[in-house]
């Protein structure tokens, strides 16, 4: 299982190095931890001497939290979920170099192993189980040799004791044809208490439209099937996908709780549909218009899921993003059943993946989305699944991390 590298790490302006043995437990982590929880939110952090297994974890408390959501405190994949032993219901996630964030004595999972993370991702509730008094998210950081390190939360060492207000708010890139035309544009989903969709159409200001909140999953289609993209959203907790179109919000309960939400027109009469995709399986689930189920099996359980389409037939095809090595797995299907997958470069480790009609020329290309920079990288080709010229067009739109 490979976890994806930043191309830039910068800890106080200076590249971080993380040595054979684990960085010293006073030294600042290559990864650039955020607060676990949502962006804006307030918690007090404590420990004691005698605090298992470090007095350098943490334990997280505000008023009234048991229930409250816990999410990532940077990128990474899972690589444990547990339910006995004194952590309780533990979630871990391996990150830069080796080095792990753990999350314990929740009340509930929303993560299953190898599912890749992105930062600001629910990853469950804050609970008591395992050897916990009381509700509480116990939370370390691990250097590479396993050790419990001083936490730092945005480049600074934390205070034990101190109240801080969470500031990992983050941006989500999504594209599809949201204003005029028929080429696709490029958008955000900001994670904030009341998120939105911000969507770009220079020289104007951005379109923005409210839906959801910090922890849901975005998803965007054509719902009604009028011409127009509209966002939507999926809330883990109750597996709810909430869809906007101009006549109002569509409700479709649907998937496991781990599940990661996709789109697409799986029978191209217009109109998009809503699938799931089992995390740490690469079980994608795509729901018909009258509830019938389609499973496809494709890609790795560190995978992330990408839609569109690829060979211009008016459905929507399937695809795969693998973080760690920038390339695209594109599936097709002829008009005899017959599929072949297509591996397409694109990006650099660790980008985020996403898909548009740059051209709109009907069919789907691929492109990515640095965090580090907030700049969209659209590849364009005649076809993604074909051995034609390809040329790159790049577009900064939302905050970099």
């Given amino acids: 299982m490979r976890v994806p590298f930043r191309r830039s790490l910068l800890i106080g302006g200076v590249v971080a190095a993380v040595s054979v043995g684990g960085l010293p437990a006073d030294a600042a982590p290559a990864t650039p931890y955020q607060m676990p929880f949502p962006c804006g939110q307030e918690w007090t952090g ?29 990128p990474g ?30 009340a509930s999972v929303a993560v299953a192993e190898g599912q890749s993370l992105d ?24 250097n590479a040799g396993g050790t419990v390190v001083k936490p730092f939360f945005d480049a600074v060492k934390f205070v034990f004791g101190s109240t801080l207000a969470s500031r990992n708010c983050v941006d989500v890139p999504v594209a ?3 204003i005029i035309g028929r080429k696709s544009e490029v958008g955000v989903f900001r994670r904030l208490e009341v998120a939105r969709f911000r969507f ?18 975005p998803v965007v289609g054509n719902w009604d099937g009028i011409g127009r993209f509209n966002p939507g959203v999926r809330t883990a907790a109750t597996r709810t996908f909430q869809l906007k179109t101009p006549a109002g919000i569509e409700t479709i309960r649907f998937g496991r709780v781990t599940d990661l939400p996709i789109a697409g027109d799986w ?3 217009g109109s998009w549909e809503i699938g799931v995709v089992n995390a740490g399986k ?41 973080q760690a090595t920038a390339v695209f ?5 002829d008009a005899g059943g017959g599929v072949t997958l297509t591996s397409v470069p694109f990006g650099e480790p660790g980008d985020l993946p996403l898909a548009g009609d740059w051209d709109g020329n009907g069919i789907t290309d691929v492109g990515a989305w640095d965090p580090d920079t907030a700049t969209f990288s659209q590849r364009r080709s005649k076809s993604p699944v074909g051995a034609r010229a390809v040329r790159v067009t790049t577009v900064r739109f939302g905050l970099p991390r």
Avoid at 61 to 73: I, K, S
Avoid at 284 to 308: E, K, Q, S, Y
């Fill in 329 to 333: 797995t594109l599936r097709t299907v």
């Fill in 46 to 74: 404590k420990t004691r001497d005698s605090h298992s297994p470090s007095r350098n974890a943490v334990d997280w408390n505000r008023a009234d939290d048991a229930g409250d959501q816990v999410v990532a405190a940077a």
């Fill in 176 to 178: 599809g044809n949201f």
């Fill in 119 to 142: 930062q600001a991702a629910l990853v469950g509730t804050v609970g008591e189980s395992g050897n916990a008094t009381a509700p509480h998210l116990h939370f370390e950081e691990r």
């Fill in 267 to 269: 029978d191209g009469d």
């Fill in 77 to 106: 994949v899972v690589t444990r979920v547990s339910s006995s032993g004194g952590y309780g219901r533990m979630v871990r996630v391996e990150h830069v170099g080796g080095e792990t964030s753990v999350y314990a004595h929740l």
């Fill in 200 to 217: 770009a159409r220079p020289p104007r200001k951005p379109k923005i439209l409210k839906l959801g909140t910090s922890t849901d999953q």
């Fill in 282 to 322: 690469g079980k994608f689930r795509l729901r018909a218009a009258d509830g019938t189920l389609t499973p496809v099996f494709l890609g790795d359980a560190d995978d992330l899921p990408v839609t569109g389409d690829w060979d211009g037939d008016r459905r929507t095809d399937l695809g795969v993003y693998d």
